[in-house]
């Protein structure tokens, strides 16, 4: 079984990388002196079982789509398979 320690603490690691990729992205675009940079966002958020997706490009979106379902497979493995 998973030690919901290690998770708590995996979850804060992931929160504080993301929050400095963040901060470098920043910083490197606005290092940039090319006033015709594009900008491409995408995002995964998950509420519950749902996943919500969003894009401004096709190839993130559909990365998203996969890094979803990556990341449901993942959850049943570790949460639910253990319980049936």
Do not use: C, W
């Not at 290690?6 to 929160?15: Q, Y």
């Not at 096709?58 to 990341?71: C, P, Q, R």
């Amino acid at each position: 079984m998973v030690n919901y320690n290690s998770i708590i603490l995996m979850g804060f690691v992931v929160v504080i990388l993301g929050i400095l990729l963040i901060f470098i992205g920043t910083a490197l675009q606005s290092s940039s002196n090319d006033s015709k940079t594009e900008i491409h966002t995408g995002g995964v958020i998950l509420i519950g079982p749902i996943p919500i997706i969003f894009g401004n490009d096709k190839t993130l979106i559909l990365f998203g789509v996969i890094f979803a379902i990556v990341l449901m497979i993942l959850s049943y493995f570790l949460f639910y398979r253990g319980s049936i």
